[in-house]
């Protein structure tokens, strides 16, 4: 990797990383438009298409972008160059390579889909108790705003017991209900989630210890929506009031 990186500081073009495919997924912070993005990957040799993925409820920008390149050498070339790049200051944007099975639905402005063919698993891509195990298969993510691999959407839990509760901070910025909501309704029986009025903060309510688990273990430290997300388990108290309980500095 170090060897790539080096040549692109060079100056060379003509790199092709292991893997690589011509179409890049990128994740940046939600305050960049479609405009601002596609000029600074038009910097890269071969840029022929760039899409910023929008909700369709409020039109605003869900952090995630479709890049497509002349040839494999220009993605790999821009990937090594703008990955980890702070734009805006303080904000990394995330560059990586889309696999094959993500196409289609990229091009018509939709998200990876939840499975394929060669995920060797479900779609959702859990096995065992409420579609979980303790070994997650690697799949393409069905969610918008981070690329760790998530099962598919699933309903609210219908019961109001909490059985653990998840405290969460993001940095450098805040993380909106609705990101929240569907990163973390992928983990079933989700009671609600509690956004400290003001504050990059708060507790996310499970109706089933396994899914906190699941969820901690799979997005601590992840990059959503242009922020990364710490996650460490509460009190076991359900009011909400206590402090969490952390094995890490808090960012």
């Known amino acids: 990797k170090q060897w790539y990186q080096r040549r692109v500081r060079a100056g060379y ?24 993005m596609t000029r600074l990957f038009d910097i890269c040799p071969g840029l022929t298409a760039f899409q910023m993925t929008v909700s369709a409820r409020t039109g605003e920008s869900k952090g995630i ?15 090594l160059k703008l990955n980890n790049l702070e734009y805006p200051p303080g904000y990394r944007i995330s560059v990586g390579y889309m696999k094959q099975h993500q196409y289609g639905a990229a091009e018509y402005g939709y998200p990876a889909m ?3 063919q060669d995920s060797g698993g479900s779609a959702g891509g859990y096995e065992g108790y409420h ?3 303790s070994v997650p298969q690697q799949v393409a993510s069905g969610c918008p705003y981070t690329d760790v691999a998530l099962p598919s959407p699933q309903a ?13 901070v993001s940095a450098p910025g ?7 909501s569907d990163v973390f309704c992928r983990f079933s029986d989700l009671i609600d989630i509690q956004i400290i009025t003001g504050t990059a903060y708060g507790y996310i309510r ?8 699941a969820a901690k273990m799979l997005l601590d430290g992840a990059n959503v929506a242009g922020n990364v997300i710490r996650l460490s388990f509460a009190d076991d108290d359900n009011s909400g009031n206590k ?4 094995d890490h500095p808090m960012i």
Do not use: W
Not at 157 to 165: E, L, N
Not at 206 to 213: C, L
């Open 243 to 246: 402090r969490a309980k952390t």
């Open 13 to 36: 073009t003509d790199v092709t990383e292991p893997g690589a495919t011509n179409k890049l997924t990128i994740t940046c912070h939600i305050s960049l438009s479609e405009g601002q």
């Open 206 to 213: 499970y109706g089933i210890k396994e899914s906190a688990d």
């Open 174 to 180: 805040k993380i909106g209900q609705e990101v929240l």
């Open 114 to 116: 939840y499975g394929s």
């Open 131 to 133: 579609g979980y195990s």
């Open 65 to 79: 972008a479709y890049a497509t390149f002349t040839t494999v050498s220009c993605a790999s070339y821009a990937r």
């Open 156 to 168: 609210y839990s219908m019961s109001k017991i909490c059985k653990a509760r998840l405290f969460f």
